[in-house]
């Protein structure tokens, strides 16, 4: 503040004003590194004049609303186009997806269920049970027996019935078909967050940001395109798809008895 003091001493009348002085001293300051900057290379007072620039376009543009640089800037608005075109037709793929992929889950889990009736050990509450080779025992949902549940499984003769091992290979059709449901569903959220983030009047994105979001749902298309073209197949063929796939699977008494002490 010293070099702020002595430069405005002899240029003001009366008492020295504090705003004045650090505004003085703000402007030392950057002469200094100015300076600085020349001294270490050429182009450093370049960059910061860059880096400056670069700073008040973009307080600029948080000043205006997303009309006002729909109406002002012709490649933002050309990009702002481009994504509100493409939303509808991933939104509606993503959509359709759901159902299929729903649908899916849905035949799958029924198919399981009928397997089970047939050769599953049940607990009294009508839960499913496995036992290991190891011989462990857990419910349907892999959770280990306790208390008065492991005591009733002692009852039951899991001879010729699904083991653990079996009933793990049996389920993967579910699971898959399950991930692939959530999975869609995560995505059909993301895009509703950047339709979101793109319709905001009041808080509208840089054009970088603008870019990610495209490019994002440019993946997220690609991804929708594969799962409604694998839907499609799976439905369109479902009954010889489940001859031919899960009644490989699917447990008889005789294929898969597999004696248990």
Known sequence: MEAAYEAVKGVLFGPLDAATVKLKFNEIVKDA????????????????H????ENRDR????????TALLATNAAYRALHEDIMAELPEVENLL?????NLDEIVAREKM?????????????????YVFKGDDGSIVDENLKPLEGEDAEAAKKIDFTSKMTLEQYRERRKPVDEA???????????????????????????????QKGE???????????????????????????AW?????QEHAVSTAAMAKPQI
């Open 33 to 48: 590194k100015d300076k600085r900057e020349l001294e270490q290379g050429p182009l450093g007072i370049l960059a910061t």
């Open 50 to 53: 860059r880096e400056d620039r």
């Open 59 to 66: 307080r600029d543009h948080q000043a205006l609303t997303l």
């Open 95 to 99: 959509d359709d997806n759901q159902d």
């Open 111 to 127: 198919a399981l269920e009928a397997d089970l009736e047939r050769v599953a050990g049940r607990l009294p509450d009508g839960r």
């Open 178 to 208: 399950v991930q692939r449901a959530d999975e869609n569903r995560r995505d059909r959220v993301r895009v509703g967050e950047i339709r979101e983030r793109n319709t905001d009047n009041e808080n509208p994105l840089s054009m970088e």
């Open 213 to 239: 979001d495209k490019a994002e749902l440019g993946e997220i298309e690609k991804r929708a395109q594969e799962r409604h073209q694998e839907a499609k197949n799976e439905l369109g063929g479902w009954t």
């Open 242 to 246: 489940h001859d031919a796939g899960v």
